[in-house]
């Protein structure tokens, strides 16, 4: 059944993936599939993002320009970007180089900010910008001061354990593990606050102490006011086009893992390896409505600052841009 077979294949691939996750080291993805996009960031308010590659293409996409604009090629593979929009600076994570900082006007390289062990699979600015962060394969953060050349903080040894998810425009940082959230002053290095949270893989948080994890196929919403897990979520089915009429839809009653998920406004989006993206009421847990314009697995999903926007991309070097209700 033509199903069963992309079905194996997407089973394969995430797997294949899920090994990286697991701190296993594996050879480079390039060979697989060079043009599979590996994050999305965007650049101003809306419609334009950069996007990379496993291959090492940094590039600019634009809403309704179905072409890329190369900025950069280098000779590693990258797996998360994030970007100064001050400095027009972008920090890429790769494989054998730790963090490279790239001019984007240029596309060349401004300075490399290396890591003590293996590699970084998410990097990101502070909500102000005057931080970047990142946390390598064996559990080791970093935070540089972007005003200072990006000097590295020297974190104090009673720093919190866990990973460094934010840190907001008062130097606020929310630090994660599976049971508890610290927030940790970093103007004068004090713990301001723990709470007690129930989470698997976390993967987003919003302003009103709700927490989104991750496991399998479920994506969980925890309140961490209520320190209850207010509802579970699952992707119900697996929707698939016909190759040859995209008019025609499939249904297979298969919930497929689930790749990430974020909050935007009142509604929370969920993204699989079935290519589709998901929406549900904030409050309640409806599903409210499928995406599925995505011809492979959908691997990250970002919105955008005022959350008027959604951009989603995929292992097929999709990309595509949803306006927010």
Known sequence: MKNNKILSAF??????????????????????????YTDV??????????????????????????????????ADEIYSLAYHPQRKEIAAATLENSI???????????????????????VFFSDNFNYLITQDQKKNQYVWDAAKNYQELILPSDFPKGTIVKIDKQNIAAIVTSNKVTYW???????????????????????EGNFLSLNYNECAKYNS???????????????????????????????????TAKFAKNKIYTASIDRSIRVWDKKTGELLKSLTDHKATVNKLKVSKDESQLVSIDLKGGIQFWNLE
Request: glycine content about 4%; some cysteine; hydrophobic content about 35%.
């Open 100 to 122: 490279l900082l790239i001019n984007e006007k240029n596309g060349k390289i401004i300075k490399k900010l290396p890591l003590k062990t293996t590699w970084s699979s998410a």
């Open 225 to 259: 006011n209520t320190h209850q897990t207010e509802f579970k979520v699952k992707h119900p089915n697996w929707i698939t086009h016909d190759i040859e009429d995209e008019s025609k839809v499939y249904e297979d009653d298969y919930s497929m893992n689930l790749t």
């Open 11 to 36: 089973i394969l691939l995430f797997l294949i993936l899920g090994c990286k996750s697991q701190n296993i080291f594996i050879p480079k993805l390039t060979n697989i599939n060079p043009v599979s």
């Open 41 to 74: 960031v965007y650049t101003g308010i809306k419609d334009t993002v950069l996007v990379s590659t496993f291959s090492g293409r940094i590039s600019k996409r634009i809403n309704g320009n179905p072409k890329e604009i190369v900025i950069v090629k280098i």
């Open 185 to 207: 002053n970093m103007n004068n290095n004090t713990v301001q606050k723990e709470i007690s949270v129930d989470l698997k893989k976390f993967t987003d948080m919003d302003s």
